[in-house]
T-cell receptor, first 111, second 116 residues
Framework: DAKTTQPNSMESNEEEPVHLPCNHS???????IHWYRQLPSQGPEYVIH???SNVNNRMASLAIAEDRKSSTLILHRATLRDAAVYYC????????????FGPGTRLSVLP | DAGVTQSPTHLIKTRGQQVTLRCSPK?????VSWYQQALGQGPQFIFQ???????QRGNFPDRFSGHQFPNYSSELNVNALLLGDSALYLC???????????????FGNGTRLTVT
């Protein structure tokens, strides 16, 4: 399975943008980049995914490097509710639900 | 629209016992997978069910088994419980398998299993 590398923890101030990095140097051409987050005492929650182009949705933006060896999840204005563990996952196309989760990045948001 | 529901929310069992956890997928979803999450770690894939059959399996022993019912709900069974089986067990659902790379997983809030 392709692997990802994320910082163990990050800190942000409320209402400021947050850039969460992810390295995936062994990514293959058919691997989708997925981001999930897990709030305390809850199951993981889908955030965003992409293949090559940058993606935006109501929760966040995903910036993918041109060589696809890294990506960045962007929260445009962090709120206290965004404090969570964020997981960057590579998902092989048509490979079912076998997601390989790493330890993720624990994001703290300071008021 | 109900999301993924799991029961029970908490469970305490004794080493050597057997346990059954239950999951109802999000409305409209037909594929269910189970994950084990130890404290401080990311979830680990156990197996996936689609059309009432196990389609994929992670690196878990045969003590872990499952079932999917015609209404798409699912059960996870663990036999001969070990202390190391203490974890949060998460159920996730999505629509279909072949196109599921583009279908996000929806997770329940899990069952916290404690083995003493």
């Amino acid at each position: 399975d392709a692997k990802t590398t994320q910082p163990n923890s990050m800190e942000s101030n409320e209402e400021e943008p947050v850039h969460l990095p992810c390295n995936h140097s062994t990514i293959s051409g058919t691997d989708y980049i997925h981001w999930y987050r897990q709030l305390p005492s809850q199951g993981p929650e889908y955030v965003i995914h992409g293949l090559t182009s940058n993606v935006n949705n109501r929760m966040a933006s995903l910036a993918i490097a041109e060589d696809r060896k890294s990506s960045t999840l962007i929260l445009h204005r962090a709120t206290l509710r965004d404090a969570a563990v964020y997981y960057c996952i590579l998902r092989v196309a048509n490979y079912g639900q076998n997601f390989v989760f790493g330890p993720g990045t624990r994001l703290s948001v300071l008021p | 629209d109900a999301g993924v529901t799991q029961s029970p929310t908490h469970l305490i069992k004794t080493r050597g016992q057997q346990v059954t956890l239950r999951c109802s997928p999000k409305s409209g979803h037909d594929t269910v997978s189970w994950y084990q999450q130890a404290l401080g770690q990311g979830p680990q894939f156990i197996f996936q069910y689609y059309e009432e059959e196990e389609r994929q399996r992670g690196n878990f022993p045969d003590r872990f088994s499952g079932h999917q019912f015609p209404n798409y709900s699912s059960e996870l069974n663990v036999n001969a419980l070990l202390l190391g089986d203490s974890a949060l067990y998460l159920c996730a659902s999505s629509l279909g398998t072949s196109g599921s790379y583009n279908s996000p997983l929806h997770f329940g809030n899990g069952t916290r299993l404690t083995v003493t």
